[in-house]
């Protein structure tokens, strides 16, 4: 079953602009995941957050963790036309085995 | 290094016919393993997860079933395909106590 909601569904920017991403789920975690899919291909890991953490950096990606609400956000600065994908969340569940469970994702197009 | 390997990379099957889809993965040992399916335009359902030889464990009721036979080998398989089968498939792993997914490229399952 699909662990949350991702908002918006899709997202349509120019290059150069920034675009945010959200994610809800519906249980406690360990971990949070955010992961890239480029149409037809599998999915690429981009960064994990710990349920402790309530923010984290990664080149130009920035990753923020509000357990309260049971939500997160992918922040994608200055984008490139390369990062036309789909995006999505994956929770890992306390106390079970790692798996990861998948929200539906985002379609990100950024217009040259 | 760490690689994953998924074959067919596509795959047109009559209906009530039999399924077999393999992948393997290398560079690693004891990894868990994960088979997962993908309707056009949504996230992904986690079917079946092994963490290690023999052991599987399903998710989803299904016409579907899942093997390991080896340490680095997960194979999903169908007796009869339906109709509601076709998608595309992805494996996927990651080392035991650690979180972060490898997926292989995937495999398109339209079943006519």
């Known amino acids: 079953s699909q662990q949350g909601e991702e908002d918006p569904q899709a997202l349509s920017i120019q290059e150069g602009e920034n675009a945010t991403m959200n994610c809800s789920y519906k249980?406690?975690?360990?971990?949070l995941q955010w992961y890239r899919q480029n149409s037809g291909r599998g999915l690429v890991h981009l960064i994990l957050i710990r349920s402790n953490e309530r923010e984290k950096h990664s080149g130009r990606l920035r990753v923020t963790l509000d357990t309260s609400k049971k939500s997160s956000s992918l922040l994608i600065t200055a984008s490139r036309a390369a990062d036309t994908a789909s995006y999505f969340c994956a929770t890992v569940g306390s106390g079970n085995t790692g798996k990861l469970i998948f929200g539906q994702g985002t379609t990100l197009q950024v217009k040259p | 290094s760490q690689t994953i390997h998924q074959w067919p990379a596509t795959l047109v099957q009559p209906v009530g016919s039999p399924l077999s889809l393999e992948c393997t993965v290398e560079g690693t040992s004891n990894p868990n393993l994960y088979w997962y399916r993908q309707a056009a335009g949504r996230g992904l359902q986690l079917l079946f997860y092994?963490?290690?030889?023999?052991?599987i464990s399903s998710e989803v009721p299904q016409n579907l079933s899942a093997s390991r036979p080896q340490d680095r080998q997960f194979i999903l398989s169908s007796k009869k395909l339906l109709l509601s089968d076709s998608g595309f498939y992805l494996c996927?792993?990651?080392?035991?106590?650690?979180?972060?997914?490898?997926f292989g490229s995937g495999t398109r399952l339209t079943v006519v």
């Open positions: 092994s963490v290690g030889i023999g052991q």
């Open positions: 996927a792993w990651n080392p035991q106590g650690k979180y972060g997914y490898t």
């Open positions: 249980t406690s975690i360990n971990n």
